[in-house]
């Protein structure tokens, strides 16, 4: 199986982070997004993954040459036209015979893949929410067949909503699909959608059918990204790993290695990356970035990185 990545986006609305890190490496709960999301699939049998980048594509090249990930190929996407166009940068590097799997790089989730080992048809990951006007949708048969995807639906027509994880066995029909779209400039918002990619696919007959996730973690503003360092830690707490001068450590908490602290209160719900050095500090809610010094400070609902403040 292969594994596609796509990581290219700037990360808008979470600047002025972003201007220091791409999106897919803003540190959650003591790790990169990215290494959530490589862990998450870890037990898949992946043979190679792929990483579509774009904006500060060197910042993902040097994390990379860090991991022990396997075979991995990255590719850029210079002038992105949308999702489609960028798995299309993919498809010379992707088989028939070898089924996909495509991960957005901002989406963590709790989920079993293990089934996908054994699925003998296309997969759309989706998640019932409350409001599904919000995002795309998946509309099924009796059969459980996907028949059609609808974005962000104005009346009520599923409440399934695409998650941004798409396995796909059918291949070939892929490729025909994406390449179809974009020769004829079939465009939606302006750009080449994948969406629009596997509705042709549905439209052609080929197959799909939808899986539900047991959780949607958002990391795409600040508030979201807060509380998904929240939940995570909340499964990975190690706040009675070590004891600091002078402090308070209010669990749950991921404090990293190297960490100094001294005279301060720290949590609950805080995230500490390592060698960071804390004197005399309130912290609750927050992610403090590695390498980062603070002192004499307060800080609630917070993301801390010295860059942001030295800029």
């Known amino acids: 199986m292969k594994l596609i990545l796509p990581v290219a986006g700037k990360g808008e609305r979470l600047k002025p982070y972003t201007l220091i890190l791409p999106k897919c490496l803003l540190p959650v709960a003591g790790k990169p997004i990215l290494n959530w999301i490589i862990e998450s699939a870890q037990q898949l ?115 399934e909503a695409l998650v941004g994880l798409y396995y796909i066995k059918d291949v070939a029909a892929l490729k025909k699909a994406i390449n179809t779209i974009i020769s004829e400039d079939k465009r939606t918002k302006g750009e080449y959608q994948l969406t629009d990619a596997l509705q042709l696919m549905i439209e052609n007959g080929i197959q799909f059918k939808t899986q539900n996730i047991d959780q949607w973690l958002d990391c795409g503003l600040k508030e979201t990204l807060l509380e998904t360092n929240a939940t995570l830690i909340s499964e990975n707490d190690n706040s009675n790993k070590n004891q600091y001068p002078d402090t308070q450590v209010i669990a749950p908490c991921y404090i990293g290695k190297g960490v100094k602290i001294t005279s301060s209160q720290i949590g609950p719900n805080v995230s500490i990356g390592d060698n960071c050095q804390i004197e005399n500090c309130n912290l609750q809610n927050s992610i403090v970035w590695e390498n980062a010094s603070l002192k004499d400070s307060t800080h609630h609902n917070d993301i801390l990185a010295d860059e942001v403040r030295a800029g």
């Open 45 to 159: 049998p992946i043979t190679e993954t792929l990483f579509i980048t774009g904006y500060k594509s060197e910042c993902i090249e040097s994390h990379l040459q860090k991991q022990n990930w396997g075979q991995t190929r990255i590719i850029q996407q210079k002038d992105p036209q949308g999702l489609a166009q960028a798995i299309q940068l993919c498809l010379p590097y992707l088989t028939d015979d070898e089924p996909v799997l495509i991960i957005l790089g901002d989406t963590l989730f709790k989920a079993d893949l293990n089934d996908l080992k054994k699925s003998d048809t296309n997969i759309l990951m989706t998640l019932k929410v409350e409001n599904p006007e919000r995002f795309g949708v998946a509309i099924k048969n009796e059969a459980g067949e996907i028949t059609k995807l609808v974005e962000k639906p104005k009346e009520f027509v599923s409440n």
